[in-house]
């Protein structure tokens, strides 16, 4: 396809995925795009854009268009090792045993590099523009996940913007050694991260953790609450730190799945303080699905997500994210936003009406990280755009939309994904 002009008309745009005037009220208005040296140039109600003679001309015929999208919370490091670490029960406990033992076994610059660089690959395929990932970092592991990391931030920039969470417990905020870990996080422009949970010191290790993120500019991302457990209530405490400390970087909360177990006024307690925080939040949703209030021979009684209806009242920022892909957190998932936000859509009742959640996979992880320019679609913004055939919301979440198209910069991707096959050799045990 032509770098230098392209009309994509009859498509179909959700209002909040958008920011022009568009005449209507409903959520969604047909239009058409011009894209000219990669940007998007002309953006008007459908039949008011010109398509000139050739053939740059996309007629969408009512499907939608929706900007790059957003991964928020992922663990590249760990992706794809279920080959040779399967979870041996499906619980949290089996997932976190697995992980930890191939980690000690297998973890290698080349091992890592050949699964983060697939993880990438699978995510480019799908649409997604931007990616926050988790890396262990602790010794050994840190020096091998940041390399790493940096080696493919530089090797895939200007396709997928790569940021990085140093992920460590929180008790090692207790350690010396917590400074090195502000300063490796500092020094790749990363942001600083913990497991948060029930702890006796939690009160001091919260006030160390916010005070090396403040002392070093560092905002946060946490891993919050994973649990079934009425009692954690780590967030709450994190909440109260944050406020009584005046912490002014953003602070991200993952999982948070204990509230939905709790009672209501508990709950919107904890909220309340969330919110007066500043705090957002991302969920889970396929994973937590997977792992939470899993018992052998017990059928699950709750979905394992959080509070996003309660959330999204109080205008708490909410993101929807995949976590882990093919490891024993989850044994399932393929990178593709698309996905999350379906299953979203589904387990947390995302819908009646859809209204503005799929900001939640676009433009809110976006901002979140700093870069309100993505996951949107404006006059001027590079043309980084999905073209679906579906046309509704029943249309677009009823089918994978494995015939999407994917332009970066006006220009059409190969949506093929990597083959499983390629991994073989670094797992060393092929597939099951």
Not at 14 to 40: F, K, N, S, T, Y
Not at 208 to 221: K, P, S, T
């Amino acid at each position: 396809m032509a770098r230098g002009s392209l009309h994509i008309v009859n498509a179909r745009v959700r209002r909040c995925l958008v920011d022009a005037a568009l005449p209507g009220d409903g959520e969604q208005v047909l239009v058409d795009l011009a894209i000219e040296d990669g940007r998007i140039a002309a953006l008007l109600p459908a039949g008011k854009v010109a398509p000139e003679s050739g053939p740059n001309i996309i007629d969408q015929d009512g499907g939608e268009v929706w900007p790059g999208l957003v991964d928020l919370h992922t663990h590249l490091d760990k992706g794809h090792i279920w080959p040779r670490a399967e979870n041996p029960d499906g619980t949290f406990a089996g997932a976190m045993a697995a992980a930890d033992a191939d980690r000690h076994a297998n973890w290698s610059e080349d091992d890592v590099h050949a699964r983060f660089s697939f993880g990438l690959r699978c995510a480019f395929a799908h649409g997604t523009v931007a990616i926050r990932t988790h890396l262990e970092s602790q010794p050994p592991h840190d020096a091998i996940c940041w390399a790493v990391f940096r080696a493919l931030q530089r090797e895939w920039s200007g396709r997928i913007h790569l940021q990085a969470v140093g992920l460590v417990p929180i008790e090692d905020f207790a350690q010396p050694s917590a400074d090195a870990l502000a300063d490796l996080v500092a020094g790749h422009g990363g942001v600083l991260g913990a497991f948060l949970y029930m702890h006796p010191d939690l009160h001091s290790l919260l006030e160390r953790m916010l005070a090396l993120a403040a002392e070093r500019g560092l905002d946060l991302d946490l891993h919050v609450d994973e649990s079934g457990d009425p009692g954690a209530m780590a967030l709450r405490h994190l909440a109260a730190a944050a406020l009584r400390q005046g912490f002014e970087g953003r602070i991200l909360c993952g999982h948070c799945c204990s509230l939905a177990v709790q009672d209501p006024a508990e709950a919107a307690r904890t909220l309340d303080m969330v919110r007066a925080a500043r705090i957002a939040v991302v969920s889970l949703p396929m994973c937590n699905l997977y792992l939470q209030d899993r018992v052998p021979g017990r059928t699950p009684r709750w979905r394992g997500v959080t509070l996003l209806h309660e959330m999204a009242a109080r205008d708490i920022p909410i993101a929807l994210a995949s976590d882990n892909c093919r490891d024993p957190f989850h044994a399932y998932g393929d990178h593709d936003m698309l996905e999350v936000f379906r299953e979203a859509v589904r387990i947390a009742h995302l819908d009646r009406p859809l209204g503005v959640w799929p900001r939640a996979v676009t433009r809110t992880p976006a901002a979140i990280m700093g870069q309100p320019e993505t996951g949107v679609i404006r006059l001027g913004a590079p043309a980084d755009l999905l073209l679906f055939r579906g046309r509704s919301d029943t249309e677009l979440l009823s089918r994978p939309q494995s015939d999407r198209i994917v332009l970066r910069a006006g220009r059409e991707i190969d949506t093929t994904a990597p083959d499983y096959r390629e991994l073989d050799g670094a797992l060393a045990g092929g597939a099951k």
